[in-house]
């Protein structure tokens, strides 16, 4: 096999079906692999921590791909299944375990995230019927419901409320789970790390593997002319409702494990301006593209910090003022993250996955422009 592809030669159907048919992309795999696993030795717990909220917000992001980049269908309801995913995980642990245990069996951390998934793909698949005779701005309005109707829940339920110090709070406060050599994953972020970068190469796995499957094809077939799909016998209304099961179960995965990597959670780290975060996400990083969800949610987590680091340069070369800085900064951080998705929208749709697919085709064309 050659280093770079220029057609397609398979002739078997094993090489058709491989992920990386040529050298260089097994290569570029390598170094990838070669990066992540050096990172945590040569980084500060700043630096670890910042690369476990883009690990969280990249599986958030993969599940809202798959719903919205495949199946076409607008959710606006990221923030409310992300809440579900979490709560359901803390819950989980935090009642059945202690003096006020409520569960009548101790259900480990690692079960907590699992079931914390599959319950948010329940969730999911009821706020998915509407999809059913709603299309557009309607199912985005529609979706909406749910972040409304999951924030009233959780403000208003009592079980949901947690206690510190045995004073009643709006929190739920999180019991630490002890990872491989007694490290707590709440609290050493390497520890973390490690587990964060396995469950996303099995979500990347796993959402790479389904739309190379017959479901996966039914999901865009659906985004790209629905009557079309439903002539050829695609059931529409059983696809939209999986589409919604399986995006809101990646999602919950993403709210579990927000819950595991904090000592406690409120419905404040859950609220409609991170469901649209979260869109921008898929926006900027490439709508229909695994590896955009990953690039969108890296942009996005790193953002903020790089507008920081750079207010602190203008403050040490005492163009502005320290006091001064810390009131302009959120406007800044808003205005450059409203700014980047007008940008992408009128000059790369595609996202940065796109600008990255340009580079290398540059690079493999060189020196020809075509």
């Excluded at 076409?72 to 299944?81: D, E, N, V």
């Excluded at 990646?250 to 579990?256: Q, S, Y």
């Amino acid at each position: 096999m050659s280093a770079t592809q220029s057609g397609v030669y398979h002739e078997t159907y094993a090489e058709d079906m491989q992920f990386r048919p040529t050298s260089m992309q097994r290569w570029r795999m390598l170094l990838v692999v070669a990066l992540v696993v050096i990172f945590p030795f040569l980084a500060g717990d700043f630096e670890i921590r910042l690369a476990n909220q883009v690990i969280i917000a990249a599986i958030g992001a993969l599940g809202l791909n798959i719903l919205v980049g495949y199946t076409g269908q607008i959710s606006l309801g990221q923030g409310a299944f992300l809440a579900v995913g979490a709560y359901a995980s803390g819950m989980l642990i935090a009642y059945s375990t202690g003096e006020d245990a409520k569960i009548p069996f101790e259900v480990p951390w690692w079960a907590s995230i699992v079931l914390a998934s599959f319950i948010t793909a329940f969730v999911g698949a009821i706020f998915g019927i509407p999809s059913l005779r709603l299309k557009g701005l309607y199912l985005a309005v529609a979706t909406l419901a749910a972040q409304q109707v999951v924030g009233w829940i959780i403000i208003n339920w009592d079980p949901i409320d947690g206690n510190i110090d045995g004073e009643a709070t709006d929190a739920l406060n999180i019991p630490d789970a002890h990872f491989f050599f007694g490290s707590r994953i709440n609290h050493d972020e390497k520890a973390f790390y490690a587990l964060g970068v396995v469950v996303l190469f099995l979500c990347i796995l796993a959402v790479a593997n389904l739309f190379r499957s017959h479901i996966g094809r039914a999901f865009i077939a659906v985004r790209d002319q629905d009557i079309a799909a439903s002539v050829m016998g695609v059931n529409i209304f059983q696809y939209k409702v999986l589409a919604f099961a399986t995006s809101s179960f990646f999602v919950g995965l993403a709210g579990a494990l927000t819950a595991q990597h904090s000592n406690s959670i409120s419905f404040e780290r859950f609220t409609f301006s991170v469901s649209i975060t979260y869109l921008a996400m898929i926006i900027i990083g490439g709508l229909g593209s695994i590896s955009g969800s990953i690039y969108g949610a890296a942009f996005i987590v790193l953002l903020p910090e790089v507008l920081r680091r750079v207010g602190n340069l203008v403050v040490g070369l005492d163009v502005i003022s320290s006091d001064t800085l810390n009131e302009i900064l959120p406007f800044m951080r808003e205005g450059a993250f409203g700014l980047t998705i007008v940008l992408t929208l009128m000059f790369e749709p595609e996202g940065i996955a796109k600008l990255w697919r340009d580079i290398k085709d540059y690079f493999r064309l060189f020196p020809f422009s075509y």
